[in-house]
């Protein structure tokens, strides 16, 4: 593994622990955006050469929970914003 492809993978950890902080409190919207940018990191460090497929294969599959979960804090904030649109329409 290179050095730009461990500062990738790191940075990307770093983003989804924040991401994850920020999911327990109920910041979603903040959340989001941690997830969107570590799993972007991440994909670039998962394209790396000189990793097992052993290796490849347990960073996809921890990703895709992790693209789970951004997708459904997405739909979730889609709702709210959703909600809040038509209790303004009837308070009119």
């Known amino acids: 593994m290179s050095d730009i492809t461990g500062v990738l993978e790191t940075s990307g950890i770093g983003l989804i622990k924040r991401a994850i902080e920020l999911d327990r409190s109920k910041r979603y919207t ?35 929970k992790y693209m789970d979960r951004a997708e459904w804090i997405k739909s979730h904030i889609d709702k709210e914003k959703t909600s809040k649109i038509l209790n303004l329409m009837f308070i009119f």
């Open 30 to 64: 903040e959340s989001l955006i941690c997830y969107q940018e570590g799993l972007q990191l991440l994909m670039q460090a998962s394209k790396a050469t000189g990793r097992s497929e052993a290796e490849k294969t347990a960073l996809r599959n921890q990703m895709l």
